[in-house]
């Protein structure tokens, strides 16, 4: 292993999407105590969630990722004036439905890419343009062991989560020679509330019912028993963005509560 090392001391501030629960909530609250500031967003419904931060320092501010891009600049524009910039832009919102891929329904196919990946790259282009004009910044996107390996009821989550590191890693290369960075987060299995708050599965086709029943049981199995520590992640991605990297670290794939951080080559993993 190598040395852990705080290349970046001043104060940030930090908007991260989906912070009423799970790992959104972690990440705000490690955040705060670290001395940063973080702008803690939501939908509408998930609001009153959200005063526990505000209670603690943190600025809240309603925002659904799937808004139009319109919308979504002009809640950019509130947050950046609030402390006259954004240094971190966390994409963290989403969901999952359980079902098989061709039992989904068109609907429902949108649904999860419109908020696992398109909401996301709607956040990034709406700051973007803060970011470049003042050198700084970082996008940073909260993928998933899912894009990695297949999960059966998990299809269309997975194929967002996929894409989440496609599109991380490509704007990493498009937006570093501006002073800008864009890393990917891939979590395993953490104790967040991801398993209880899945839309569950619609039996459309009998020929599914049993494998996509298997794995729905499976999950309920798991629940409260998954061995990654949510706190334990949000303390790796707060010291990857300030800075704090292991040097020499080698690229390995994460099980179970493995983080895997993409950088660039080579990556830099840590277990919580």
């Excluded at 959200?50 to 524009?77: C, F, M, N, R, Y």
């Excluded at 020929?207 to 309920?220: K, M, N, T, V, W």
Aim: glycine letters at 8%.
């Amino acid at each position: 292993m190598g040395t852990l090392i705080d290349s970046n001391p001043q104060q940030l501030v930090w908007l991260i999407t989906g912070t009423s629960s799970g790992i959104g909530r972690h990440l705000a609250l490690e955040v705060l105590k670290r001395g940063d500031r973080v702008i803690a967003t939501a939908r509408a419904r998930s609001m009153p969630q959200l005063q526990s931060l505000a209670v603690l320092g943190a600025d809240v501010l309603e925002l659904d990722v799937t808004d139009s891009p319109e919308h979504l600049k002009e809640i950019a524009k509130k947050a950046v004036a609030l402390h006259g910039h954004v240094d971190v832009v966390v994409n963290n919102a989403g969901i999952s439905v359980m079902g098989s891929i061709e039992e989904h329904t068109l609907e429902e196919s949108y649904q999860q890419f419109n908020t696992n990946f398109f909401g996301g790259v709607s956040i990034a282009r709406a700051f973007l343009p803060y970011m470049r004009e003042r050198r700084s910044g970082t996008i940073l996107w909260i993928g998933s062991l899912a894009g990695w390996t297949p999960s059966i009821s998990f299809g269309m989550y997975s194929a967002a989560k996929h894409a989440v590191r496609g599109i991380s890693e490509t704007l990493n290369a498009e937006i570093s020679h501006l002073g800008l960075r864009s890393h990917v987060v891939e979590l395993g299995y953490f104790s967040t509330n991801i398993i209880p708050n899945r839309i569950p599965y619609v039996p459309r086709i009998s020929d599914y019912s049993e494998i996509i029943g298997r794995a729905d049981g499976y999950f309920d199995s798991i629940y409260g028993h998954e061995p990654g520590d949510p706190a334990k992640a949000a303390t790796i991605i707060v010291d990857l963005v300030r800075g704090r990297v292991l040097r020499r670290a080698r690229r390995f794939r994460l099980f179970w509560g493995w983080v895997r951080i993409t950088i660039k080559r080579p990556s830099c993993i840590a277990r919580t």
